[in-house]
């Protein structure tokens, strides 16, 4: 079953996704941002011009970072699940 129509594994990737991005952010910062130039990274509205799959990717690996323990007690409770299921 794909991971789209059941819902556990869609948490499951979501959850991988986001430790992904942030765990390849923390590698390499300027990773997602590869497109902006230093004015681009100086302007607080410069969230907008991050769009396509760089875009999402940045916004994932943000979720990531400051929603850490959060996403971390996320994976425990999914690990569990996985486990008991």
Known sequence: M???FNF???VVVLLLFVCTTAYLRALRP???DGHLTAEDLADPQSHRR???VRGFCWRA???GERASP???V???AMAVHI???
Do not use: C, D, N, P
Request: glycine share 4%; hydrophobic share 55%; aromatic share 8%.
């Open 8 to 10: 556990s594994s869609l």
């Open 70 to 72: 959060y996403v971390a």
């Open 61 to 63: 690996s943000r979720v």
């Open 83 to 85: 486990m008991v299921a």
């Open 2 to 4: 794909s991971a789209i």
């Open 30 to 32: 300027t990773i997602f």
């Open 50 to 52: 991050r769009t396509g």
């Open 74 to 76: 996320s994976l425990a």
